[in-house]
């Protein structure tokens, strides 16, 4: 793991501890987050907890519940750094209606 996708990991781990009441013991970077009983709006909330830890703004996030939290780290890491994150769709430009 990069140093920028384990400094994404501790701050998820700390998200999940601290916002869910997931006991560290429980987390490890191959678990995912459906395999946490994490579903889709839980991941928006958490994606919103994230922005406040990491100033990654949930927009900008496409975290996914078959996503391991070491592929999150992973993902978040690219997103700090501008970097293109792995995975991530390319989106359309909307056109200016007129």
């Known amino acids: ?14 998200a999940l501890t601290e916002t869910f009441g997931f006991l560290e013991s429980e987390l490890r970077p191959g678990a995912t987050f459906e395999q946490l009983d994490i ?3 839980a991941l928006l909330e958490f994606a919103l907890v994230m922005g406040a830890h990491l100033g990654v703004h949930s927009a900008d996030t496409e ?16 997103l700090r750094s501008g970097a293109e994150a792995p995975g991530a769709a390319a989106r359309p ?5 007129g």
């Open 1 to 14: 793991m990069s140093p920028g996708a384990s400094e994404a990991y501790a701050a998820i781990c700390t």
């Open 39 to 41: 579903d889709s709006l």
């Open 63 to 78: 975290l996914r519940p078959g996503m391991t939290l070491g592929e999150a780290a992973e993902y978040v890491a690219a």
């Open 93 to 97: 430009e909307r056109s200016p209606t």
